[in-house]
Every structure is written in C-alpha cells, then in structure tokens.
C-alpha cells in the first residue's frame, strides 16, 4: 500500500512539474524595441544580450532624432530589392497607395514626434468616446513606439522636459558605475537621473589635402571665398548655429539675443559660398571629393577618413565642444526591467569599448579606455589630449524663444539652397572625377571594418 502511494505521489509530482514547464514553454518572449540615432549599437553585442537574457532585440536606426522642425529623412532603397532604378513607381491600388503613404508619413517624424504621438492618440481617442457619450474609462493610452532610446544630449533634454522618458532605477545599473564622473552629471540631465551618457564626440574641420594643402586652423575658413562652391554645412540647425557662434567667440549654449542674431546673420553672409546643407549625405560628398571643407564630429571624421586617406581632421585654434550620447528607458513602456537590463548589459566595461570601437566615437569610461588596444586608447582624434577639450562645453538643447524663431527662417534657408542645386548643372573636373573612381574602387563600411577588428582590439585585461 506504501509503495503504491508513492508511486502516486511521485507521478503527482512529475505531471506537476511538467506542467509547469509547459507553462514556462508557452510565455511570451519579450521583444525589447530600441531606437538609436544612426548605428551606434554593435549589432553582435544585441545578440550576445538575447542569448544571454532571452530578450530579443528589435533594433530601429534614425538618419538624426531631431532637425530643430526639419523633417529630412534619408532615402533609402526598398528593403525588399524591388526599388526600380528607372524610377517608374508600379501601379497600386487605393489601399496600397494610402499604407504606403502613411508609412513615409510615420518615417518623417523624428523621434520627439513618434514618442509624442501616443499623447495625441490617447486625446483624440478620449474627444471621440466623449462626443459618442462613451465611457472614457475604457479609453486607454497606447505603449510608447519604443522601450529604449540612444540618442544626443541636447535630444534627451527636450525628452525630459516633455516627460517622454523615465527616472531610472539604479539598483539595476550596476554597471553604470563604470561612466566618468562628469557623463554622470551632465548640465542636461544633472545627476544622470534619466540617461545614462556612453559615447561622445567633438567637433571640428574636415577637409580634403588633395584641394586644400594648407593646415586648416580656423573655423572663419568655411567663409573663405576661394572655397566657394565646394563647402558642406550641417543640415541641422542647432550643430550650424553652432559652428557660427563659435567662430564669433561666443558660448554654443548661449541663450543671448543679440548673440544668436549675429551667429544668424553670420551664416547668412555664409549661404552663397555653401555648396550644400546636408546630413548623412555630406560622408560621401567628402569621402568621393566632390566636396573638401565641411564641420565635422570626431567620430564621423574617423569613419571617413577611413575611406579616404586624403582626409584630414583638426580641431581650430577658436576652440570646440562636444556632444554627447546616451541611453533613455521611454516613459510608459511596459518592459522597464527588460529595457534597464540592456542598458546594463551595454555598460559592461567590455561592451563599452567594444561598441565604442565599432561606431569609432570616444568612450565616456576611463574603465573601458583600459579594455582597448593601445592603438585605440592612443589615438589623438578620439581621445585627445586634456589641453584640447579642458574648457569645451557638452551641447545642449537651447530652448529659448528667440533660438526657436530661426526654425522657420532655417527651413526656408535649406528649401532654397535644394533649389539652386537641383536647378545648377553638375559639373566634375578631371581631377575630382578620378579622385571620386579611385576612392569608389573601395567600397568596404567603415563601421563593418571596425565591427571585424574589435575582438582584436579590446583587451583581456
């Protein structure tokens, strides 16, 4: 009778535990959505989080989260292959055509948009149900598009002030510990309370020594007449205003009227000699030398250079700033835990400098510096000696009233200067025409080259 009994008790028990990890079997797998500002995330550390943690990872790359009220989203071909280089669109039918609408429409706005737009969903969902005598209580707010963002510091400043993005939980950042002191406490978020800041830059010139074969030491050279025609400005407006403001010998984060109005009329004395005001597509206009003189961040100097050896970088006797990047957990997101976990995983000493190779901006950890080959932790442009960066300032977001007035003026600016390109004949020299099929014999990814070489690169120590 005992024997039967705990044959039944045990068979009891093992129904019980396969029932439980069947339960477990049929959970849902979380999906973690991440948002970053150009690829700045090494793809292979993603996947080393997932197995790790059984997160996956939906990883979602922008061309710039904001363009102060620009929206210029890179052109990019159909993911499917289907892109015809004819540029004859097939017929669709009135459905297709209305997705397809909405899909370029949702891919203009900048990150601020999509996080914003679960707000004026919930609001015109709550209008409806009021003005239907619904009850509103049923009405609930959508998750936010994205758990996790990376993104600059002068983004994450207008993301805390709208309440887009949440105070984060330390105790699960352990890792954290690892960021110098001074990315802990930046003036855009004191205290690190809503971001945690990995990577940075600072500005400077780039310019092509095959055109230009005299140091450039000045940030006033980008009014240099006799580089008329052949100069790149940024398409954004808070990055051009501040190479302006610079060059005036005044603070980038500076909030005064009389300032801004005469960084504003500096660049407009500037616009006829700009050949274009551009974004991502500025790297190939330098890279093929159909540009030579452009402003420049660190990082996306390396990358460039990278690709063409004529390529030079420096940072002007007038001085600089920075810019920095950091990781936000999205205000409203039901994985919180999962999306605190990444950050931690991506601040691991290791991680930090492997990413911080694979993208080449510099590493706000002294700790991970360590982890790096000499080559890397040496290298001038990406760490550069004290001296250079001792009084730069960290760019911030500059809200006031009289900054935001040029948004509109920019706009027309950048609307203008389109025209006068589209409607100019394309003219190459010999010489630029073999520079640019020289360089095109290369056509390896900068950032692929850096991603093979990381192993390499970052120490056992």
Same mark, same amino acid.
């Given at each position: 009778m005992k024997r039967t009994l705990s044959l039944l008790l045990a068979a009891a028990l093992l129904l019980s535990c396969v029932g439980l990890l069947s339960g477990c079997s049929?959970?849902?797998?979380?999906?973690?959505?991440?948002?970053?500002?150009? +690829?700045? *995330?090494?793809?292979?550390?993603? $996947?080393?989080?997932s197995k790790e943690t059984g997160i996956l990872v939906e990883y979602t790359t922008g061309n710039s989260t904001l363009e102060n009220g620009m929206n210029l989203p890179e052109d990019e071909e159909d993911s499917s292959g289907s892109a015809s280089s004819s540029g004859v669109t097939p017929?669709?039918?009135?459905?297709?055509?209305?997705?397809?609408?909405?899909?370029?429409?949702?891919?203009?706005?900048?990150? !601020?948009?999509?996080?914003?737009?679960? !707000?004026?969903?919930?609001?015109?969902?709550?209008a409806q149900a009021e003005a239907d005598g619904a009850e509103t209580e049923s009405v609930t707010m959508e998750e936010p598009v994205y758990d996790v963002v990376f993104t600059s510091g002068d983004v994450i400043e207008q993301? *805390?002030?709208?309440?887009?993005?949440?105070?984060l939980d330390y105790s699960k950042l352990s890792n954290a510990d690892a960021i110098?002191?001074?990315?802990?406490?930046?003036?855009?978020?004191?205290?690190?309370?809503?971001?945690?800041?990995?990577?940075?830059?600072?500005?400077? #010139? #780039?310019? &092509?020594?095959?055109? *230009? +074969?005299?140091?450039?030491?000045? %940030?006033n050279t980008l009014w240099a007449e006799e580089y008329a025609g052949q100069i790149l400005m940024p398409s954004d407006l808070r990055d051009a205003m501040a190479v302006a403001l610079t060059?005036?010998?005044? @603070?980038?984060?500076?909030? @005064?009227?009389?300032?801004?109005?005469?960084? %504003?009329?500096?660049?407009?004395?500037?616009?006829? #000699?700009?050949? $274009?005001?551009?974004?991502?597509?500025?790297?190939?206009?330098?890279?093929?030398?159909?540009?030579w003189l452009?402003?420049?961040?660190?990082?996306?100097?390396?990358?460039?250079?990278?690709? &063409?050896?004529?390529?030079?970088?420096?940072?002007?006797?007038?001085?600089?700033w920075r810019i920095s990047y950091g990781y936000c957990v999205v205000e409203g997101t039901s994985h919180s835990e999962e999306a605190l976990a990444f950050i931690n995983y991506m601040c691991q000493e290791e991680n930090l400098a492997k990413n911080a190779i694979y993208c080449k901006y510099s590493v706000t950890s002294d700790e991970a510096l360590e982890k790096m080959d000499s080559s890397w932790r040496n290298n001038p442009l990406a760490y550069p000696d004290e001296?250079? *960066?001792?009084?730069?300032?960290?760019?911030?977001? &500059?809200?006031?009233?009289?900054?935001?007035?040029?948004?509109?003026?920019?706009?027309?600016?950048?609307?203008?200067?389109?025209?006068?390109?589209? +409607?100019?004949?394309?003219?190459?020299?010999?010489?630029?025409?073999?520079?640019s099929e020289e360089q095109g014999d290369t056509e390896d990814d900068p950032a692929e080259d850096a991603s093979s070489d990381t192993e390499n690169e970052v120490s056992a120590s």
């Amino acid at each position: 009778m005992k024997r039967t009994l705990s044959l039944l008790l045990a068979a009891a028990l093992l129904l019980s535990c396969v029932g439980l990890l069947s339960g477990c079997s049929n959970q849902e797998t979380v999906t973690l959505r991440v948002y970053c500002e150009g +690829d700045l *995330i090494r793809s292979s550390l993603m $996947d080393e989080f997932s197995k790790e943690t059984g997160i996956l990872v939906e990883y979602t790359t922008g061309n710039s989260t904001l363009e102060n009220g620009m929206n210029l989203p890179e052109d990019e071909e159909d993911s499917s292959g289907s892109a015809s280089s004819s540029g004859v669109t097939p017929e669709l039918t009135e459905e297709e055509l209305a997705a397809l609408e909405a899909e370029e429409a949702w891919e203009a706005l900048d990150l !601020y948009d999509r996080l914003q737009q679960r !707000y004026s969903d919930y609001e015109e969902a709550l209008a409806q149900a009021e003005a239907d005598g619904a009850e509103t209580e049923s009405v609930t707010m959508e998750e936010p598009v994205y758990d996790v963002v990376f993104t600059s510091g002068d983004v994450i400043e207008q993301l *805390i002030e709208a309440g887009l993005v949440q105070a984060l939980d330390y105790s699960k950042l352990s890792n954290a510990d690892a960021i110098n002191e001074e990315y802990q406490n930046c003036d855009y978020d004191p205290g690190g309370v809503y971001s945690v800041t990995t990577l940075w830059q600072m500005m400077g #010139l #780039l310019w &092509n020594s095959d055109y *230009i +074969d005299t140091q450039v030491t000045s %940030w006033n050279t980008l009014w240099a007449e006799e580089y008329a025609g052949q100069i790149l400005m940024p398409s954004d407006l808070r990055d051009a205003m501040a190479v302006a403001l610079t060059s005036l010998g005044y @603070s980038v984060n500076t909030e @005064s009227s009389e300032e801004l109005a005469a960084a %504003w009329d500096f660049l407009g004395q500037q616009s006829a #000699l700009v050949q $274009d005001y551009t974004a991502a597509e500025g790297f190939s206009r330098m890279t093929e030398g159909t540009a030579w003189l452009t402003p420049a961040y660190s990082g996306d100097a390396l990358n460039m250079m990278s690709d &063409n050896t004529a390529l030079s970088f420096a940072v002007p006797t007038e001085g600089t700033w920075r810019i920095s990047y950091g990781y936000c957990v999205v205000e409203g997101t039901s994985h919180s835990e999962e999306a605190l976990a990444f950050i931690n995983y991506m601040c691991q000493e290791e991680n930090l400098a492997k990413n911080a190779i694979y993208c080449k901006y510099s590493v706000t950890s002294d700790e991970a510096l360590e982890k790096m080959d000499s080559s890397w932790r040496n290298n001038p442009l990406a760490y550069p000696d004290e001296s250079v *960066i001792a009084d730069t300032e960290l760019l911030s977001f &500059n809200g006031s009233d009289t900054w935001t007035d040029y948004a509109a003026q920019w706009a027309e600016l950048l609307v203008t200067k389109a025209a006068e390109t589209a +409607d100019s004949p394309e003219e190459e020299t010999t010489e630029e025409s073999d520079a640019s099929e020289e360089q095109g014999d290369t056509e390896d990814d900068p950032a692929e080259d850096a991603s093979s070489d990381t192993e390499n690169e970052v120490s056992a120590s």
